[in-house]
């Protein structure tokens, strides 16, 4: 399985952005897409993450300011990310989990900054 992801760049505190991951490859089955966060000097974080059957897991600092999403025919999976934060700075991963291996995208860089 192969992960895409895109969607990043730079915006202003307060902005918005959409993050979106596109699984390719192999057809197996993902039962759990997510997106985590590893800002400079820090360990890599979840903040995101939703399982087929719809539960859904956020970070605290995420909640009621992010919304994840996923697309099960597609095997996509989005992150809205509302009245972002400079702490919400960092590279976001893409994450699927299936009942044979753990996968990982390649990372798209956010930064928040005036």
């Known amino acids: 399985v192969q992960l895409q992801a895109s969607g990043g760049g730079l915006v202003q505190p307060g902005g918005s952005l959409r993050l979106s991951c596109a699984a390719s490859g192999s057809n197996i089955r993902l039962n759990v897409m997510g997106w985590y966060r590893q800002a400079p000097g820090k360990q890599r974080e979840m903040v995101a993450v939703?399982?087929?059957?719809?539960?859904?897991d956020y970070e605290d600092s995420a909640k009621g300011r992010f919304t994840i999403s996923r697309d099960i025919t597609k095997r996509t999976v989005y992150l809205q990310m509302n009245s972002l934060k400079p702490d919400d700075t960092g590279v976001y991963f893409c994450n699927a989990i299936s009942t044979l291996a753990d996968y990982w995208g390649q990372g798209t860089q956010v930064t928040v900054s005036s």
């Open positions: 939703m399982s087929t059957g719809g539960n859904i």
